[in-house]
């Protein structure tokens, strides 16, 4: 029975390929009858047109993404921020009863619990103060984008060739939203510490401890609720979603968002290759010994910490943290804004300018 398959199949894929071989005579041959010019003009008519189907697409896809970013973080903050508050005044417990002493902290547990109560008066009085900080928060983005969808409106209307250089100015007003989205950028680094070297940090340095809970709720967000939603393609999507979708996006997206998008790739990428050096050396020879990985480990993390932290600040505070090596290469990529137009130099109130 085989025998009368086999030459079958042969035949079929000798056709198929004798099909296809005078398909490919007959395209070149079109292609020297009509020229490249033609051919030229067809190709970039459909790569515009394939164009602005992606940049439709990921138009929605950002929002989408924000959206549920935002609903899956608000879906967790009651739960992060009593767990917090547990932490810290487990953490002063902790630390009263090592000053004290044993005799003295039972003793004097009153005088621990006015402590205690303090110090949940004043956590209480933070949470407290967080929804009218949300409510200030909306009403100045309000604003904010209202002014920069008409600054952008301007840009569009005097760039009449369309150039990407001329789609950002120093004159947009970085938002409440921008500032928690560009931090938000910065959980892939850090979670990627976090996964690494987090356990020897807390092993070694336990009064950190109730900053674990902040990580905790971070990690199950990234790598649970949000991995579940999106099928598992969250995390490897969120290279490209950053690199692409918003680091050369000018038309959606500010300079200062921009920049942090693609300044949080280039800090994963370079802890990665760290990562991958810091296996090499230590874990590939006979001798390194577990307690000196696990300082390693701990003080790679102290040094990440050192070098995420500014940018994250930077990136709440509003303005960009510019690393010198760094900074250039992320200005390669996102394009360098517009120089600010400085006023005239040199001018006297009543003669007007010299």
């Known amino acids: ?44 008519f459909l790569s515009n047109v394939v164009e602005r189907i992606l940049s439709k697409i990921n138009r929605y896809f950002v929002n989408f993404i924000n959206l549920l970013v935002l609903s899956t973080l608000l879906n967790r903050l009651p739960k992060l921020l009593r767990e917090t508050k547990i932490s810290l005044l487990q953490q002063q417990c902790r630390l009263e009863f090592q000053t004290r002493g044993v005799d003295d902290f039972y003793s004097n547990f009153p005088d621990v619990q006015i402590e205690l109560n303090k110090i949940a008066s004043n956590i209480d009085l933070f949470y407290e103060a967080l929804p009218f900080i949300f409510i200030g928060c909306i009403i ?14 301007k840009l569009n209307a005097a760039n009449i060739t369309g150039a990407w250089a001329k789609k950002d100015s120093y004159d947009f007003i970085v938002t409440s939203f921008d500032r928690l989205y560009s931090a938000g950028f910065y959980s892939l680094p850090i979670l990627d510490v976090y996964n690494r070297y987090a356990q020897s940090f807390f092993t070694l340095y336990p009064s ?34 950053l690199f692409y979708g918003i680091g050369r996006n000018r038309d959606h997206f500010t300079f200062f968002v921009r920049y942090h998008a ?46 995420i932290t500014p940018m994250v600040l930077s990136a709440i505070i509003g303005i960009e943290s510019r690393f010198p090596g760094l900074d ?26 010299i």
């Not at 904010?144 to 600054?151: C, G, P, S, T, V």
């Not at 902040?214 to 949000?226: S, W």
């Not at 230590?282 to 070098?307: M, N, R």
């Not at 600010?340 to 109130?349: H, L, M, Q, S």
Request: aromatic share 14%; net charge negative; hydrophobic share 50%.
């Open 1 to 44: 029975m085989s025998s009368l398959i086999e030459p079958t199949d042969t035949w079929l894929t000798v056709v198929i390929a004798g099909i296809a071989f005078v398909v490919l005579i007959l395209g070149l041959g079109i292609l020297l009858r009509i020229g490249i010019g033609p051919v030229t003009m067809l190709v970039s």
């Open 140 to 153: 100045f983005d309000i604003y904010a984008q209202r002014k920069n969808f008409l600054l952008r409106e």
């Open 208 to 241: 950190y401890w109730p900053c674990n809970f902040v990580f905790q709720t971070l990690h199950k967000i990234m790598y649970e609720d949000l991995q579940t939603i999106t099928f598992g393609l969250f995390l490897t999507g969120s290279f490209f979603f």
């Open 262 to 307: 693609i300044q949080s790739v280039a800090v994963s990428i370079l802890l990665g290759l760290y990562h991958t050096f810091f296996k090499f050396i230590l874990y590939l020879q006979p001798e390194h010994g577990l307690l000196k990985s696990c300082f390693w480990e701990a003080d790679t993390t102290i040094v990440s910490c050192l070098i």
């Open 328 to 353: 250039e290469a992320i200005l390669y990529h996102i394009g360098v804004r517009p120089p600010k137009k400085r006023p005239p130099e040199n001018v006297d109130e009543n003669l007007g300018e």
